[in-house]
């Protein structure tokens, strides 16, 4: 069996479809056939082990043999983030906080943000291929990039909600406590202004650092992703 999680779409109870990039992946690049054992998830939590039962010009059609259902995990994290002028660094900070690990991403347009429009799609497959490297069986949710104001407007009475902002009386992420659900807000490099800050702090959220240094946004995503993890195992 190939070492490569592909990503397929459930049709039924005992079939996969694959299509795009991962069918020609696994047909053309891999030059699998009809018979061969293939791995695959839906991004919906199911490990999927297959026989290929037909190969087709845009698709091949999987056959299931296995399925196992992988939860989620007990601590979920959302980032809010503000998208860089240069999107390559937001589409680098998506990578690694996928493989890392996270459930949810939202783009938020703050005052100080650069950048008005995300290409999401574009931002999808970069999510989708990072999940299938660091074989992990949950897509993770993608949100439309919205203002600061649209998006504090929802309630987040379910969560625990950070502010991450440099801050020099503020505490360092990791004496925070975590609940099931977390969220973290991370702005632009110009920061959120002091009625962004303000805002955040009437819907509850706590301003938390990390560290001494100003980070830049997709550097600080990646930290507090991490930070996140790591103070769970520990």
């Not at 800050?197 to 509850?204: R, T, V, Y």
Request: aromatic content about 8%; glycine content about 6%; hydrophobic content about 40%.
């Amino acid at each position: 069996m190939n070492k490569f999680l592909f990503f397929g779409t459930k049709v039924n109870e005992t079939e996969v479809l694959i299509e795009g990039d991962d069918h020609r992946h696994c047909t053309t690049v891999l030059r699998n056939s009809v018979g061969a054992q293939i791995l695959c998830t839906d991004g919906q939590g199911h490990k999927i082990v297959g026989t290929l039962d037909s190969i087709h010009k845009k698709h091949s059609i999987l056959r299931i043999n296995e399925i196992e259902k992988h939860l989620l995990p007990a601590h979920q994290l959302h980032i809010a983030i503000a998208p860089t002028k240069n999107i390559s660094r937001i589409e680098t900070f998506l990578e690694k906080v996928v493989e890392i690990g996270i459930q949810e991403i939202s783009f938020i347009y703050t005052k100080n943000c650069e950048r008005k429009s995300i290409k999401l799609d574009r931002l999808k497959k970069i999510a989708r291929s990072a999940m299938k490297q660091s074989w992990k069986y949950h897509e993770p949710v993608l949100n439309e990039l919205q203002s600061y104001q649209d998006f504090m407007s929802r309630d987040f009475s379910a969560s625990a909600n950070f502010m991450l902002h440099f801050d020099n009386v503020a505490t360092h992420l990791v004496s925070a406590d975590f609940k099931e659900k977390n969220l973290f807000l991370i702005g632009p490099e110009g920061d959120f202004t002091p009625q962004e800050i303000e805002l955040s702090k009437e819907k509850g959220f706590q301003t938390m650092k990390l560290g001494e240094a100003v980070l830049r946004t997709e550097t600080a995503g990646i930290v507090a992703c991490t930070v996140f993890r790591m103070g769970l195992i520990s």
